[in-house]
């Protein structure tokens, strides 16, 4: 594990995610961008087997903080916000991928949609048994819940990646919050507000009719 200021903590992320949440549910982009950072720090620890799925995640989290420092940045305050922005000024590619390949709203569906699966696989860590592999509890997440949306190839590569995955104890230890008992009350904490900020995307996309971005 990494040692300093760049070091991983669990605390860190889940304050992130449940900062995102706004008294008018309304989902804050920057506290979720700080969440999804934070998680790729801990990604990069696990080894370079990684690589192609933390590359990805920072070219989307990329494009979002650039619409964030953009001259429209307040738009992009909120997920709320960048929708109605972004629909109401025809910037959204609706079928196809042309115009404006990397919306804000299709980029924020990607990480939306990995989000789905990091709420179980945190859930499977949360709930399994000290000796479980955590392999197989990220395969039972992805399964149900990105892979959907990958091709073949991605998935095939996610498997192998999944493979190299420590124990359930020795992950959770790695979380920099003590214990893997106390790791798992803090996540026991946090996940309500993860899922609060799930559903509340979700349901926001589905009113417009974005949950198939291309
Ligand atoms: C106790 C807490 C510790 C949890 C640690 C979790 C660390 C996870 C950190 C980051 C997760 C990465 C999120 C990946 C976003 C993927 C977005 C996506 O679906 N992209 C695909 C579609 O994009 P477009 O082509 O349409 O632009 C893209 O094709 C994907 C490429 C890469 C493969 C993504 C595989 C995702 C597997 C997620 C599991 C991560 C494994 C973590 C192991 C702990």
């Avoid at 404006?100 to 696989?121: E, I, K, N, V, Y």
């Amino acid at each position: 594990m990494a040692d300093g200021a760049d070091a991983f903590c669990l605390r860190e992320v889940l304050v992130a995610f449940t900062a995102c949440l706004g008294e008018q549910r309304e989902v804050r982009v920057d506290p979720y961008l700080a969440g999804w950072k934070g998680l790729i720090r801990f990604l990069n620890t696990l080894g370079t087997v990684f690589s192609f799925i933390s590359k990805d995640a920072v070219t989307k989290i990329q494009i979002l903080e650039n619409y964030r420092n953009s001259d429209q940045r307040e738009k992009y305050l909120t997920v709320q916000s960048m929708v109605e922005y972004e629909l109401a000024n025809g910037l959204v590619d609706l079928k196809k991928r042309s115009e404006h390949p990397d919306s804000g709203c299709r980029t924020f569906l990607r990480l939306h949609r990995a989000l789905r699966w990091l709420q179980m696989f945190l859930e499977g860590l949360r709930t399994g048994e000290e000796d479980s592999k955590t392999s197989v509890i990220c395969s039972e997440a992805y399964n149900a819940s990105l892979a959907n949306y990958h091709p073949w190839i991605i998935r095939k590569a996610a498997t192998v990646a999944f493979y190299v995955l420590p124990t359930r104890n020795t992950f959770l230890e790695n979380m920099n919050v003590g214990t893997a008992d106390e790791a798992v009350a803090m996540l026991g904490d946090a996940l309500p507000f993860i899922c609060k900020v799930y559903d509340i995307t979700e349901e926001l996309y589905a009113q417009h009719k974005l949950l198939d971005l291309p």
